[in-house]
């Protein structure tokens, strides 16, 4: 959908930018806090004290039951690790700062924010852009949007929708709006409604 490019759009504004596939990443490495667990759950998917995400991507996939297994070992550390980011940077004086979070919605992650920005596109834009990436494929795809709220119910979520489908330029001024309202505006309560600004 864009979601990592507008993140690094609000990491260029100067915002403190909280990446939860980067922690899942270091929850998996060597000595990260998930493998031991990992290693419980999932022999085949541990070499040499790491998780071999691939391997691990190759038992779950396609297997549900495999799938919320791996998601109870991460989630609520993923959660963890969000939570130590916010106590950091309200230590450090920050009043307005971001989570990246994929499936936040469907993991319950809305609850650690005040307000939810949905990175969205058409979904041709969406399929032209992920099926670049390496390994990639229609099937696999289609597993991951399985995983996933649509994006309409996503979209009727959201306090703010960023349509990245419409160009870099658009995007980025949609989010200098949307940081600008959180600036002049702070929300008072997590999730208080907010005003969507015109794209």
Known sequence: MGKSTAASMLRAMGLAVHDADAAVHRLMAPGGRAVPEIAAAFPEAVVEGAVDRRALGARVFQDAHALKRLEAILHPKVRHEAHRFIEARRYR???????????????????????VAVVSAPRFVQEARVLTRPGMSRDKLAAIRAQQLPDQVKRKRADFIVQTGLGRLHTLRTLRRIVKILWDNPPKSPRSGRRRPSA
């Open 93 to 115: 004086g920050d009043s307005l700062v971001v989570l990246d979070i994929p499936l936040l919605f469907e993991t319950g992650g809305e609850r650690l924010c005040d307000a």
